[in-house]
T-cell receptor
Framework: GESVGLHLPTLSVQEGDNSIINCAYS??????FIWYKQESGKGPQFIID?????DKRQGQRVTVLLNKTVKHLSLQIAATQPGDSAVYFC?????????FGTGTRLKVLA | ETGVTQTPRHLVMGMTNKKSLKCEQH?????MYWYKQSAKKPLELMFV???????ENNSVPSRFSPECPNSSHLFLHLHTLQPEDSALYLC??????????????FGPGTRLTVL
């Protein structure tokens, strides 16, 4: 069946450094990808999305990279701040619905 | 704030209780969703409503009963739950359910504990 996996359950990054969170998906027909951020006690918050006709998209301090050849998606956060501490997970379009990953917890060290 | 609100934020109930979760979206969206989020598991889609009609029911036990009286409100009625139903229940909405490319916006969730 369709699946989405994240490479690391936890990532610790020094404040000010760049963070890279990875995601792998199985459905080669997926054509839309989203990154969500979920802080403790809150619901998932939309960060950035990308369609399959692109391989890179930039937002404010965030960049999403898509490699369709190896079915890999990554989220890069520049100059990581304490407020970036959260669980990040990707969602990929599946057959009429999203397939979600389990999430990577990002810890920002002072 | 995402424009999607959920009440209550926390709920503790016994296995014989009946309770309801409420979701309201202020975004003018046409599709609404219920998800279950358990620790260390991906989000599980439970129900989807589009224009107040249920379009998806992912083999959810009948002790969960959704209701969508209008495009802005969604309820999840709970009855005779089991301890393994304890989880965070998330509501989401999207502009349409025309396909999986409609971005979903989530509420803060209801943390449910079944004793």
């Amino acid at each position: 069946g369709e699946s989405v996996g994240l490479h690391l359950p936890t990532l610790s990054v020094q404040e000010g450094d760049n963070s890279i969170i990875n995601c792998a998906y199985s459905n080669s027909a997926s054509d839309y990808f989203i990154w969500y951020k979920q802080e403790s006690g809150k619901g998932p918050q939309f960060i950035i999305d990308i369609r399959s006709n692109m391989d890179k998209r930039q937002g404010q301090r965030v960049t999403v990279l898509l490699n369709k050849t190896v079915k890999h998606l990554s989220l890069q956060i520049a100059a990581t701040q304490p407020g970036d501490s959260a669980v990040y997970f990707c969602a990929c379009s599946g057959t009429y619905k999203y397939i979600f990953g389990t999430g990577t917890r990002l810890k920002v060290l002072a | 704030e995402t424009g999607v609100t959920q009440t209550p934020r926390h709920l503790v109930m016994g296995m014989t209780n009946k309770k309801s979760l409420k979701c309201e979206q202020h975004l003018g969206h046409n599709a609404m969703y219920w998800y279950k989020q358990s620790a260390k598991k991906p989000l599980e889609l439970m129900f989807v409503y589009s224009l107040e009609e249920r379009v998806e029911n992912n083999s959810v036990p009948s002790r969960f009963s959704p209701e969508c009286p209008n495009s802005s409100h969604l309820f999840l009625h709970l009855h005779t739950l089991q301890p393994e139903d304890s989880a965070l229940y998330l509501c989401a909405s999207s502009q349409d359910y025309s396909g999986p490319t409609d971005t979903q916006y989530f509420g803060p969730g209801t943390r449910l504990t079944v004793l």
